[in-house]
C-alpha cells in the first residue's frame, strides 16, 4: 500500500527509551503525466497505484486489463467517476430527443411548396410573382439569416451551455414559424420566414456538438445515423403534411403543427437533457479520471492501514471518523506520518455536487461541467484559425459544393424532367423520386453502421477505410442516375428506372453520417459547434446554389447536357473525399493529441494542490 505512493514502505525504528514504532517515507505523487502516457488497463505500474501486487497477478487484478486498449474500449460509458451525470439510458434518451425536435425543426423547411398556388392567391400575386416572391425571395431570405446565425449558433456553441442555447435557439425561431398562421400580408410572411432560418441554421452545429460529447469515436457514426435521417425525414414529412393538411385545413395550419411540437421538444430537452461535459468522452480524459480514481482509492486504502497500523501498537489517542460524500465513513485527520488533511472535499466525490440533507451528505450529478472538469479549453481564434487548415477539415468542406449539385437537380427537376422529356406521368415520376429517397434512408442507416465497424476494425486501418468507403459510395452513386437521365426505355413497369433510382439513392448516402462522425473526430470538443457551421455553410451553399447553377446549364446546353454535367458532381466528390486517406489517421491523432495536452496542464495545476495537501 506504501509502494503505490512512491515511499520506501513502512519500517521499524526504535528510539531510546521508548517502544518500537512504525514510520513511513512518503514520496510526493507525480499527477502531472500525460494521460497519453498512462496505461490503465494492464501496466504494472498504474496496478501498483492501486493495489501492492507483482506480475500475472497485477495484471488479472486491475480493472478492465487489456493491452494496449484505450479506456473506453471496455468501458464505453464510463461509471459514476467518469461520467457520473450520462448514464448509457441518458444518453440514449438525449439523443431520442434531440432526434425528434431535429425533426420537427427541419419539416418546416419546405411547408410551402405544396401550396404555392393558394398563398399567391390570397396575396394577389401572378403566376409570375408566385415564383419569384415566394420560390426566390422567401427562400434566399430563409438561407440569408440561418447563414450567419448558424456561425454566431456555433461559435456559441463551443463557449456556453448548448442544451440552453438549444431551447433559445428554437424558440426564436419556431417561435415565428408558428406565427405565420396569423399573418396577413406576403412582408410579414417575409420576416416571419427569415427569422425561422435562425433555428434551421443554427440547430446542426448545436446538435453534433452536444452529440460528440456524449459517445466516444466509436460510437459517433450510430450517432450522426440518427441524427441525419431525423433530418431527411422531417423535410420530407414537412412536404408530405403540408401536402394533405394545407388542402383541406389552409395552408397556415402546417406550419402550427410543425413548430408547436418543436418548441415543446426543446423545452423538454432543456429540463431534462443534462448539458454533457465538454471533452467528458475523450480517450485521455478517460485515461485520466480512471487514473484519478485509483488514485483515490489507493489513498483512503493508506489511511486505513495507518491508522490500523497505529492502534495496533498502541496509540492513545483513537482516532476520529469522518463522512465521506455518499454516506460512507473512513478514519480522519492523521496519517501514519502524522500529515493533517483537509477532507471538505474527498476524490470520490469528484465529478458530483454535494448537498447535505437530514440524512447527510449525498452526491447528486452536476447538469453543468463541474469545477473539478478536466477539459476546461475554449475556443479562440488561434484555434479556428488552426482547425480551418486541418487537411481533413478542408477536404470535408470542399467536397460539399460539387457533392449538394446532384441534390438540388433531383428536388427541383427530376420529376418534370421524367415527365416531360422521358413520357412518364407526373405519379410514375414522383414515384421514382420516391424510391430514391427511401434507398437513402437504406443508405445512410446501413451506411453509418457498417461505416463506424469498419472504423473500428481491431486489426487497424479502420479510419483510411472509411474514406475509402465514402469516396467509392459516392462515385458510384452517380452511375445509376446516368442510367435514368440518358436511356430512353425503362423494361417493363419503369422496373429499371426504379432500381437505378433507389440503387442511387443507397450509395450516395452513405457519406452524409460518416463524414459528420469523422468531422467530430478530426477537432478538439471546444471547436467541434463552430467547424460543423461552416459545413452547415457549405451545405446551404449547394442547397441554395445547386438548382440555380442547373439552371444556367439548362440555359447553355438543354436539360439532358445539365442534368448529366449535375450528377459529375459526386465523381469529383468521391475523388475529394478519397484524398481523405492521407489525412485522417494524422488528423484524429492529431486532434487526440491537442486533447491530452489540454488534460496534462490540468493535471498539473491539480497535482501540485494535491500534492500540497497530501504532505
Request: charged fraction near 20%; glycine fraction near 12%; hydrophobic fraction near 40%.
Amino acid at each position: 500500500l506504501c509502494q503505490c505512493w512512491g515511499g520506501s514502505g513502512p519500517r521499524s525504528v526504535t528510539d531510546e527509551g521508548s517502544r518500537p514504532r512504525m514510520e513511513m517515507t512518503p514520496a510526493v505523487v507525480n499527477h502531472s503525466r500525460s494521460a497519453s502516457q498512462v496505461s490503465l488497463l494492464g501496466d504494472a505500474e498504474e496496478a501498483d497505484l492501486t493495489r501492492g501486487t507483482t506480475g500475472d497477478e497485477r495484471l488479472r487484478e486491475t480493472p478492465g486489463a487489456t493491452d494496449g486498449a484505450h479506456p473506453d474500449d471496455n468501458d464505453t460509458h464510463g461509471d459514476a467517476t467518469t461520467n457520473s451525470s450520462q448514464t448509457p439510458d441518458r444518453r440514449w434518451y438525449a439523443v431520442f430527443l434531440l432526434t425528434l425536435t431535429s425533426a420537427f425543426l427541419y419539416a418546416d423547411q419546405n411547408l410551402l411548396s405544396p401550396n404555392l398556388s393558394a398563398v399567391a392567391e390570397e396575396f394577389g400575386l401572378s403566376d409570375t410573382e408566385k415564383d419569384l416572391y415566394l420560390g426566390g425571395y422567401l427562400q434566399l431570405a430563409f438561407f440569408l439569416v440561418g447563414a450567419p446565425a448558424s456561425l454566431v449558433i456555433g461559435y456559441l456553441a463551443d463557449k456556453t451551455n448548448r442544451v440552453r442555447l438549444l431551447a433559445v435557439v428554437v424558440v426564436i425561431g419556431e417561435g415565428p414559424c408558428l406565427a405565420t398562421f396569423w399573418v396577413k400580408t406576403f412582408w410579414q410572411l417575409f420576416a416571419v420566414r427569415s427569422l425561422t432560418g435562425i433555428a434551421v441554421g443554427g440547430c446542426l452545429p448545436l446538435l453534433f456538438s452536444i452529440c460528440g460529447d456524449l459517445f466516444p469515436q466509436k460510437e459517433r457514426a450510430y450517432v450522426a445515423t440518427f441524427l441525419t435521417v431525423a433530418t431527411g425525414a422531417g423535410i420530407a414529412g414537412g412536404q408530405i403534411m403540408a401536402g394533405t393538411v394545407g388542402p383541406a385545413y389552409g395552408w397556415r395550419l402546417p406550419f402550427v403543427l410543425s413548430a408547436a411540437p418543436a418548441i415543446l421538444l426543446a423545452l423538454v430537452s432543456y429540463t431534462t437533457v443534462h448539458e454533457p461535459e465538454r471533452g467528458g468522452m475523450e480517450h485521455a480524459v478517460l485515461a485520466e479520471k480512471k487514473k484519478r480514481k485509483f488514485l483515490s482509492e489507493g489513498e483512503v486504502s493508506i489511511r486505513l492501514s495507518a491508522i490500523s497500523t497505529t492502534n495496533a501498537i498502541g496509540t492513545e489517542n483513537p482516532p476520529r471518523r469522518e463522512t465521506l460524500a455518499g454516506g460512507g465513513t473512513v478514519p480522519a485527520e492523521t496519517t501514519s506520518y502524522g500529515a493533517a488533511r483537509d477532507t471538505t472535499h474527498p476524490p470520490s466525490s469528484f465529478g458530483f455536487r454535494s448537498r447535505r440533507g437530514k440524512r447527510g451528505t449525498h452526491a447528486t450529478p452536476d447538469d453543468t461541467p463541474p469545477a473539478e472538469a478536466l477539459y476546461t479549453a475554449t475556443i479562440d481564434s488561434k484555434k479556428l484559425w488552426r482547425q480551418l487548415r486541418v487537411p481533413s477539415n478542408l477536404i470535408i468542406l470542399l467536397q460539399g459544393l460539387p457533392g449538394t449539385v446532384p441534390w438540388g437537380m433531383l428536388n427541383a427537376y427530376f420529376v418534370d424532367y421524367l415527365h416531360v422529356q422521358k413520357g412518364l406521368s407526373v405519379e410514375e415520376g414522383t414515384l421514382a423520386v420516391t424510391l430514391f429517397g427511401l434507398g437513402a434512408v437504406v443508405g445512410t442507416v446501413c451506411g453509418g453502421v457498417f461505416g463506424q465497424r469498419v472504423y473500428n476494425r481491431p486489426s487497424g486501418g479502420g479510419k483510411k477505410s472509411v474514406a475509402v468507403l465514402m469516396g467509392t459510395t459516392t462515385a458510384l452513386g452517380s452511375l445509376p442516375l446516368v442510367f435514368a437521365i440518358n436511356v430512353s426505355k425503362y423494361g417493363p413497369g419503369d422496373a429499371y428506372l426504379h432500381v437505378a433510382c433507389f440503387l442511387a439513392g443507397v450509395l450516395c448516402a452513405v457519406t452524409p453520417p460518416n463524414v459528420r462522425a469523422v468531422l467530430l473526430n478530426v477537432n478538439p470538443p471546444e471547436t467541434r459547434g463552430t467547424m460543423f457551421a461552416f459545413y452547415t455553410q457549405v451545405d446551404d451553399v449547394g442547397k441554395g446554389g445547386g438548382p440555380a447553377v442547373v439552371a444556367g446549364l439548362i440555359v447553355l446546353y438543354g436539360r439532358k447536357v445539365a442534368f448529366n454535367i449535375a450528377v459529375s458532381g459526386w465523381l469529383l466528390c468521391g475523388a475529394i473525399l478519397l484524398a481523405l486517406t492521407k489525412h485522417i489517421d494524422k488528423d484524429v491523432e492529431r486532434a487526440e493529441q491537442a486533447v491530452a495536452a489540454e488534460v496534462e496542464n490540468a493535471a498539473r495545476r491539480d497535482g501540485g494542490d494535491r500534492d500540497e495537501e497530501i504532505l
